[in-house]
């Protein structure tokens, strides 16, 4: 780890990224009880991701930086449709394999890993406590924006909190500008992963076709962060 970091900031690392290796250790026991379907699932889901994680739209802060992109567009049907360890495992893997080919130092890459595979197992929770099935129930949607909801959270959180912890900025400086792009991207990939789920549910042939509104979000979310950018150079009150 960076011995430059703070030490709280290493610790909050550190528990994250622990909590991370729990819930993979976890979820790996399931997978012993996959089929070729998972297991073919789990590839396209790690390569997808990891994929995603090389098209990053960044916001300066100082000497740390927050991401956008649209890598929950890539598994939020796989809420709805795959094996809740698929999914937790892909996601571990994609972030961990997309930040080493972008070469991220190996305590940002721990903490990413840890991070997402926390939100989204908090994800998966508040989605399996509404106990729905199908994309095309209406039911499902409120399900997976609750659960995107909470995810979010976490995410977003985690992250805005190392960053105010290393920067030695109050957390509502981190948190505050960016919050309005953070919500729409999230409201993006929500509802692009959801149109994912209903496309595989229809046709699985037609699924390819979701390609278009993630390059689309990417643009989209790219003059969000160039907005996110000003208002956090300006201050928490935009002055």
């Known amino acids: ?15 994250v990224a622990a909590e991370g290796v729990a819930l993979v250790v976890l979820r790996t026991i399931d997978a012993t009880r996959w089929n070729g379907r998972d297991l073919l699932t789990w590839l396209a889901l790690t390569g997808g991701i990891a994929l995603a994680e ?18 929950e567009g890539m598994w939020i049907a796989a809420l709805i449709l795959a094996r809740g360890s698929v ?18 130092a190996p305590y940002k890459a721990a903490f990413n890993v840890g991070q997402f595979v926390l939100a989204v197992t908090v994800a998966q929770v508040v989605y399996g406590s509404f106990h ?4 095309l129930h209406p039911m499902t949607w409120l399900a997976t924006a609750a659960a995107m909801a909470a995810y979010a959270a976490v995410n977003a959180g985690l992250v805005a909190l190392v960053i105010s912890l290393v920067e030695r900025k109050p957390y509502r400086t981190v948190l505050l500008p960016p ?4 919500v729409l991207h999230f409201a993006g990939n929500t509802l692009i992963g959801l149109a994912g789920a209903m496309l595989w549910t229809a046709s699985p042939y037609a699924f390819p076709a979701v390609a ?11 003059f969000l962060a160039v907005a ?12």
Do not use: C, D
């Open 212 to 222: 278009l509104p993630l390059g689309m979000a990417f643009v989209i979310y790219r």
């Open 179 to 182: 919050l309005r792009a953070n």
């Open 54 to 71: 090389q098209f990053t739209i960044p916001i300066q802060f100082l000497t740390e930086t927050l991401n956008f992109s649209v890598t």
């Open 132 to 135: 729905v099935h199908g994309a």
């Open 87 to 104: 999914l937790t495992l892909a996601v571990g893997a994609g972030i961990l394999i997309g930040n080493t080919v972008r070469r991220w």
């Open 228 to 239: 996110a950018r000003h208002r956090a150079e300006a201050g928490p009150l935009g002055a």
């Open 1 to 15: 780890m960076n011995e430059k970091l703070p030490l709280t900031p290493r610790l909050l690392i550190l528990a």
